[in-house]
């Protein structure tokens, strides 16, 4: 039986990421595997489910995380299409117990799913996220197609470039991402080195990170809040192609506009 069963909490985290992985699927920036989620889901979890055994053997994370003991997450699979994790999220997920030494992880449910190769930067994020007493419980990694090719462009990545553009764009971009998108220059996938520069990135105060020339990596409280600051950037970012396209370059809303719109809407920056 799922571990899901009689759990109408533990369920609507993980539907939620179901949800989400079809919205990634639909957008077209989740081709085959591409993309993961994982979500803190321990506030859900009952001392049942404490008791359970691991179904799988202890594994190492590659860093310790001493703020992780005894949490538990749900996490895409590896190579598992994000498309199949819409449909059947506990066949290509699992929920994730991290183990006292802080080092190591073990899967308790539902299969033996072995979690995202990106789970040094998901883990590290939400242990920093934990030790600075964040409500923030979620974190995507997607390939959003108009944003990574942006990341293309040198001039792009200098500091809060493509912050100011994306938010020129529309209001809802500077009202609903307030703190922009940080860059992390490229590094190798899944590395842990690719994990501290993630941290640093959040660190200075942004929730969503791009990942030059691979793609976004976003936190939130939720799932959908996750989800949303992602999507309302690649609308930005797809304004600002459309314009290229129509044979000009965008105007863009004035820094006088976008200063009035953090002040009546009381924003971070
Ligand atoms: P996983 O299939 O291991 O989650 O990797 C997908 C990905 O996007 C790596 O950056
Ligand atoms: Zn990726």
Redesign the pocket.
């Known amino acids: 039986m799922s571990i899901l069963y009689n759990r109408p909490d533990l369920a609507k985290q993980v539907n939620d990421v179901a949800e989400v992985a079809g919205y990634l699927w639909t957008k077209g920036w989740a081709e085959?595997?591409?993309?993961?989620i994982t979500v803190n889901v321990t506030e859900h979890i009952d001392d049942e489910i404490r008791k359970m055994p691991a179904i799988g053997p202890v594994t190492p994370i590659g860093m310790t995380l001493p703020n992780l003991k005894g949490t538990y997450f749900y996490c895409?699979?590896?190579?598992?299409r994000m498309r199949d994790l819409a449909r059947w999220p506990m066949d290509n997920g699992s929920i994730i117990r991290i183990t006292d030494d802080c080092a190591h992880y073990e899967i308790i449910a539902d299969n033996l799913v072995k979690?995202?190769?990106?789970?040094p930067s998901h883990l590290a994020v939400h242990n920093y996220l934990i030790g600075k007493g964040s409500n923030y419980k979620a974190s995507v990694?997607?390939?959003p197609i108009e944003l990574v090719a942006m990341s293309h462009n040198p001039e792009f990545l200098k500091k809060d470039v493509l912050t100011n553009i994306l938010w020129s764009m529309i209001p809802e971009t500077k009202a609903f991402c307030p703190r922009g998108l940080g860059i992390v220059p490229y590094m190798l996938?899944?590395s842990n080195e690719l994990a501290e520069a993630t941290i640093k990135a959040i660190d200075d105060d942004y929730d969503v990170v791009m990942?030059e020339k691979?793609?976004v990596f976003a936190v939130g409280p939720d799932v959908m809040e996750a989800f949303d600051m992602i999507d309302t950037l690649t609308k930005s970012a797809i304004i600002y192609r459309d314009a290229l396209s129509m044979g000009f370059v965008p105007d863009g809303m004035s820094q006088e506009q976008m200063k009035e719109i953090s002040t009546v809407f009381n924003l971070p920056k």
Do not use: D
């Open positions: 085959r595997n591409g993309g993961n895409k699979g590896t190579n598992r979690p995202t190769s990106e789970l990694h997607t390939h996938p899944s990942w691979h793609g």
